[in-house]
């Protein structure tokens, strides 16, 4: 294992695309060993295909791209800032609020993170906010977009940890709930010693929240959707991404009227792109993942990792910062797929619900895309708002402790994060 470690860190860092990477470091291992037909490498790799949960991915993106060019986001946009505009850092609560709002339509943390950018990026450092300042809360505040349902990391997460996506479908939405709370407050403790203007210094009505949400009321009435769907046992998590893609049409044309044929054909190009570079990482970690098991690394990590810990809490700590190290260097989607193998029968063993450790583990790889060294969402951003990778990483420190902060909290309380899968589905 330690020769595939090697020749996977070796291509990463001269800069190899993640999917070949780790299919290379996964073949090497058929190479070397003398009694493993190399057959299997390629059977592994099919075979990671040939799964019925898998296709939410696919239909769960093309769900995300149809919203964006169908107007829900700019109505998404409208509702947050009549709701938090008037408070200190106005945009920069505006930036947290929709990335919540977003998480029950796109999915996808680096997806949201770039719209946004583009979105209110030029009007925060227009409106004085320093520009590190603005990058972190946005690339940061979409973290929020991996946690609330529907989230494709928990669906893979499910796949490859066999766990119920339904239950992890809600077992996200207090924490993603949690999180928009806790950067919100450290949004507005920056803004005030600061001084950073507000958006709009006029508090929202009533009425003015009513008429914003009435827009707003497809996007915000899908996730709702979807969680009852998936409860009441209409559609399993697969054929709900489905429906996703016929709600998202209907919205588009029929309600909103703002959909064309020429939108259409722009989500299902971004769509084919998401989803070839998604499947393409997946299908090449089937060769490491069968490397992983038949070499017993789960066991192995296990004794060497949490030798003379006993504390079943002290263990997951122990694990999450291994997995918050991790995450400075490898992708969200890498880490699930060749992590999630080796750590959920250690959660089991231990006596932990996989439901309560994903949501943790979702959080604290999803958390590596805003950080560097190769932090995608970072890259976004600061592409995207001409921001320094230096200046970036300075801002980002408050919002970045706050979520561990946070998330070390929600160990300690599996109440917090279990109670509405048990509620909805039972203990």
Known sequence: MLLISVVFVVLMVVGMPVAFATGIAGLVFFVTDAGMPLSIGVQKVATMSQSFPLLAVPFFVLAGHLMNESGITDRLLKISLV????????????????????????????ADAAMEARILGPAMIQKGYGRGFAGAAIAVGSLITATIPPSIGLILYGYVGNVSIGRLFLAGVIPGLLMMVVLMITTYIIAKRRNYVVADSTKPTVKALAVAAWEAKWALFFPVALVLAIRGGVFTPSEVGSFAVVYALAVGFLAHREMTLEKVWRAFAHACSDTGLIMLIILMSGMVGFATIYLQVPQNLASWMLAGITDPNMIVLVILIFLLIAGLALDSTVMVLLLTPIFVPIIKSIGMDPVHFGILMMSI??????????????????????????????????????????????????????????????G
Do not use: H, R
Not at 91 to 109: H, K, P
Not at 391 to 409: D, K
């Open 83 to 110: 709701a938090v505009g008037w408070m200190a850092g106005g945009l920069a609560q505006v930036a947290i609020v929709l990335s919540t709002l977003m998480g029950g339509v796109s999915g996808s943390a680096v």
């Open 365 to 426: 790889v999803t958390l590596g895309g805003m950080t560097w060294p190769s932090g995608s969402a970072m890259f976004a951003v600061c592409a995207l708002m001409d921001i320094s990778i230096e200046e970036y990483s300075i801002e980002s420190i408050p919002f970045i402790t706050a979520v561990c902060l946070l998330i070390g909290v929600l160990l300690f309380l599996p109440g917090v994060v279990l109670w509405l899968p048990n509620l909805a589905f039972g």
